[in-house]
C-alpha cells in the first residue's frame, strides 16, 4: 500500500427532510353488516375496500318459488342483513333483490319470479354497500383521485365514536369524515359532529406537528336552505371543518373529501368538479343563504359546457378564527408548518445558538421556503431572528441589556424566529363593467 500524507474518505451524510402527504383520507364509518370496531386499514383501490367492509356472496341450496315474488327456504338460511342482497337463480328474473325476510325462511323478492312452484339453487350476492364502503368509493371515485384512504369501522349496532377518533389521531391522515353522517338539526347530530370538529381542532393544536387536519361534513339536503346555514353554529363553526350543502342521496361529505385530497393545498378548489349525482340545482336565494353562513354548495354553472357539478365555493365554517376564510389558506399554512419544521429538525441539539449556529438555522429555513416562491405558492418571505441582529453586531456597541438577551439566551437555550409568508390566493370574485359607447 502505498504511504499517504493525507488519507481522506468521502461519505455522504446528507440529511432528507420528512415529507407530508397533502391529501391523505380518513373515513370512519359503519361497515361489514353486524360488524364489530375494526383498527384503522389503509386502501388505495375501493375494490379493496368493498370486499372489506361488505358481506359476500353466498349460495342458499334448497330454495323453492312458492308464488311470484315469495322464497321459502327449510333451512332458514336467510338473516334481516339479506334485505337488499341481489338474487339470481333458475326461474328468478333479472335484477332482482331481497326485499324482506322474515323468520329466516320465508322471503319476499323485489320482483316477480319467471316459474313457480320450483325447486332453485339461489345465489345471493354481497350485502348493500355499507356506509363506509360507499364512501371510500364516492371519495375514490374524484378526479384527480386520493391516493390513500384509511378505513375505520364502528361497531354498527353501538358505534363508539369517540374510540374510532381516538385511533384515527395516531394516522398520518389530513381529511377526516363520518360516513353518511350528515349534519341534521337535531341534538344528538349536533354533538355527534362536534366530536369531528373537537377532534380535528385538537389534535391540529400543540403537538400536532405534522397531523394537521380538517373535517368535512355535509348538510342534511332534506333541510331548506335557511334552516341548514343555520347549523353552522357552535362547536360546529370551526376553521378546520368545511361544510358542504347538496341535492344528493349519495355522501356528499366523502365526495368533497375526495376532491380536496386530489389538489395540492395552495389549489383554491372554487369551482373544481365534483362526481356526485345531484340532479337539481339550488336557487339564488339557497345560494345565497349557504354563502351567507360560509356553506359550500354544490352547482352547475351555465357558464361552464356540459351539465357537470361543481363546488360552489371553498369556505371554512368559520373565518373569523383566524382569518381563515378559504380551506386553501388552512391547508397551506399546515404545509409551509410542517415543511419548516422538518428541515429543521435536525438543527434542534445540533446547531449553537451563536452567530454561525442561527445563521445556518435562517439559512435552513430560507432554503425551505425559496422553492415555494419558484413553484408560486407564495409570493415571498422573510425570515428575522431577533437574537441574530444582536449576535452581527460589534459587541462593543451593544448595551448591557441586550448583552443580557443574549446571554439568557444562551443559558436558556431557547431562540425566537418569526417567519412572514406572503400568500397570495386564487380569485374568487371578478366584477367586470361592460360599457359600450
Known sequence: MPVTYIDVRARSDMFVPASRAYGTIAIVGKGRPAGAAS????????????????????????????????LTSATGAFTAADVGRPVTGRGIAEDTVVASVGNGTTVVLSRPAQATATSVAVTLGRTPPSDLENAIA??????????????????????DWDTALTAVSTLDAQIIVLANTPLTNTAASATLIGKLAGHVSTVSGTGGDGKERIGVVALDPGLTAPVAAALNVGSVSDERIALIAH?????????????????????????????????????????????????NWVTSPVLLPGSGTYLGEAYTANPSQGNKKYLDIVRTLDDVNFRIKAALIRAIGNLRV??????????????????????????????VIKLLVLLDRDPATLSADELAQIQAAQASRNVDMTVTVDYAGAIHRLHVDLVFT
Open 39 to 70: 383498527a384503522p386499514k389503509a386502501f388505495t383501490d375501493p375494490s379493496d375496500a368493498r370486499s372489506f367492509y361488505s358481506g359476500a356472496g353466498r349460495s342458499v341450496t334448497d330454495g323453492v318459488l312458492n308464488g311470484t315474488t315469495t
Open 138 to 159: 364516492i371519495a375514490f371515485r374524484q378526479s384527480p383521485p386520493p391516493v390513500t384512504i384509511w378505513g375505520i369501522q364502528v361497531d354498527t349496532a353501538t358505534p
Open 247 to 295: 341535492k344528493s342521496t349519495e355522501d356528499a361529505a366523502a365526495a368533497f373529501a375526495g376532491v380536496i385530497a386530489g389538489y395540492e393545498p395552495h389549489i383554491s378548489l372554487l369551482l373544481k368538479p365534483i362526481k356526485l349525482n345531484q340532479t337539481t340545482s339550488f336557487t339564488a336565494a339557497e345560494i345565497d343563504a349557504f354563502d351567507k353562513a360560509f356553506v
Open 354 to 383: 451563536s452567530r454561525s449556529g442561527l445563521r445556518a438555522v435562517q439559512t435552513i429555513v430560507e432554503s425551505t421556503l425559496s422553492p415555494l416562491v419558484g413553484q408560486r405558492v407564495i409570493e415571498g418571505y422573510a425570515v
